[in-house]
Antibody, heavy 114, light 107 residues
Framework: EVQLVESGGGLVQPGRSLKLSCAAS????????MAWVRQAPKKGLEWVAT????????YYPDSVKGRFTISRDNAKSSLYLQMNSLKSEDTATYYC???????WGQGVMVTVSS | DIQMTQSPSVLSASVGDRVTLNCKAS??????LNWYQQKLGEAPKLLIY???NLQTGIPSRFSGSGSGTDYTLTISSLQPEDVATYFC?????????FGSGTKLEIK
């Protein structure tokens, strides 16, 4: 059974950093592109980042480019999202997903507030 | 960026009704269109991928169609458990984008 479990969320002040993790199991992690998607409270979904199987290629929308960094450790079947220079508009539930967007984690909440 | 416009934003229908949800892309997305169902407090669930392919385990009352810029999700006979918000999603080109959702309610 495919499982994606996010961790690392919480309350953080504007301008600070936070790193999310996603532990994957039930599939060959190294064979899949992986992604992060977020959802602001009572809002729609926004794709945040994608990483290739080896980690050599990454993709971001303009809203997070230069502030967020997606990475992976295939040996640990883990995906990460380093978020720097956080803004209030980054407040959201962050979901880890396979880049086929067929399996999603349960999400982790990030609140950016002073 | 490709804008995805969903209509209606809210849809109220009766159990057993045939329901149609619409999604329009601002440019051709070559059928790279997925549909998701999100219930309150849960992660999105994939229903349909690449316009008309039913994801494993999804009831056959769900179907998708479309091409070019216009896409449709149809529920052939609405069930109480279908109450949710439905999102379309294009993965044809970067940045990947979602529609704003259709909230489906039971009358």
């Amino acid at each position: 059974e495919v499982q994606l479990v996010e961790s690392g969320g919480g309350l953080v002040q504007p301008g600070r950093s936070l790193k999310l993790s996603c532990a994957a199991s039930g599939f060959t992690f190294s064979n899949y592109y992986m992604a992060w998607v977020r959802q602001a409270p009572k809002k729609g979904l926004e794709w945040v980042a994608t990483i290739s199987t080896s980690g050599s290629r990454t993709y971001y929308p303009d809203s997070v480019k230069g502030r967020f960094t997606i990475s992976r450790d295939n040996a640990k079947s883990s995906l990460y999202l380093q978020m720097n220079s956080l803004k209030s508009e980054d407040t959201a539930t962050y979901y880890c997903a396979r880049h086929d967007f067929d399996y999603w984690g349960q999400g982790v909440m990030v609140t950016v507030s002073s | 960026d490709i804008q995805m416009t969903q209509s209606p934003s809210v849809l109220s229908a009766s159990v057993g009704d045939r329901v149609t949800l619409n999604c329009k892309a601002s440019q051709n997305i070559n059928k790279y269109l997925n549909w998701y169902q999100q219930k309150l407090g849960e992660a999105p669930k994939l229903l349909i991928y690449n316009t008309n392919n039913l994801q494993t385990g999804i009831p056959s009352r769900f179907s998708g169609s479309g091409s070019g810029t216009d896409y449709t999700l149809t529920i052939s006979s609405l069930q109480p458990e279908d109450v949710a918000t439905y999102f379309c999603f294009q993965h044809n080109s970067w940045p990947l984008t979602f529609g704003s959702g259709t909230k489906l309610e039971i009358k």
